[in-house]
């Protein structure tokens, strides 16, 4: 996380958009390892950051033998109230954190495991997503 | 990996402060979790949960937050964050958080906010 903000930094990236580079390979990171190597140490998460004049890509791979899902980043965005409702872990925004923080997400399968590669461009390609209505709206009759 | 989050609670009626320094990730989930059953045993209604100390947060801590909102619901309390980075603050907007819990920018903006309704 620390290196892919060096690089981002030096870049030119705004602090802004180094803090959402870092949580994303940070949530990445953490879905190859829970998901994708399933908590195995003897298993590799590999981090490769490519920095291209206009954009940086950032690859995470694990060492799944499972395929992953069909276009996991086109699945329904989890709500806290899904989460919050009886019997529901709470568990499981990584994907949508990692689709909300960097421009493009792309996951695929290959012989050596599951691999998401992010692009962030240095001119943002999609504006940063509107705030949610907040708890003083939100509870406007009882606050 | 073990846990790298501690948590100090203070009772600052009506509010009940916890304090969290360290990560809030899947390996601080204990600790938080304990110090809101002991507040809950104390009686408490209005937890402020304060970031100010917290260097990381990842989205397994977060979530460690959304169960803890899940409990406050059942239990007819008030779960209230301060303290978080701009930064953090953002994904809780973006997660849609900031319609479940009152973010305020340090404890005591949340302190008066909590004197001011009375």
């Known amino acids: 996380m620390d290196l892919a903000a060096s690089i981002a930094g030096y870049m030119g990236f705004s602090p802004e958009r180094i803090e959402d580079i870092r949580t994303a390979v940070s949530e990445a990171t953490l879905n190859a390892i829970e998901h994708g190597n399933r908590l195995d140490p003897a298993t590799e998460v590999r981090v490769v950051l490519l920095p291209e004049p206009d954009r940086l890509e950032i690859s995470v791979q694990d060492q799944s033998i499972v395929p992953l899902p069909a276009a996991p980043q086109l699945h329904p965005a989890p709500t806290v109230e899904s989460k919050l409702a009886a019997g529901s872990r709470t568990r499981g925004w990584g994907v949508f954190l990692m689709n909300s923080l960097v421009d493009e997400v792309d996951f695929r399968s290959t012989g050596h495991g599951n691999v998401v590669r992010m692009t962030i461009h240095l001119r943002r390609q999609v504006p940063p997503l509107e705030r949610t209505h907040s708890w003083e709206e939100s509870n406007a009759d009882t606050a | ?118």
């Open chain 2, 1 to 118: 990996m073990i846990s790298k989050a501690r948590v100090d609670a203070r009772d600052d009626l009506p509010l009940t402060v916890l304090e969290i320094s360290g990560e809030v990730t899947t390996f601080a989930e204990q600790a938080i979790v304990d110090a809101y059953e002991q507040a809950t045993e104390r009686g408490a209604k209005m937890i402020l949960l304060d970031f100010s100390n917290v260097s990381y947060v990842n989205s397994a801590g977060i979530s460690v937050i959304i169960g803890l909102v899940a409990q406050a619901r059942e239990r007819d309390q008030q779960i209230l964050v301060s303290g978080l980075s701009e930064h953090y603050t953002r994904v809780f907007h973006i997660m849609g958080l900031e319609s479940y819990v009152q973010l305020f920018d340090d404890k005591e903006q949340a302190r008066q906010s909590v004197r001011a309704r009375g």
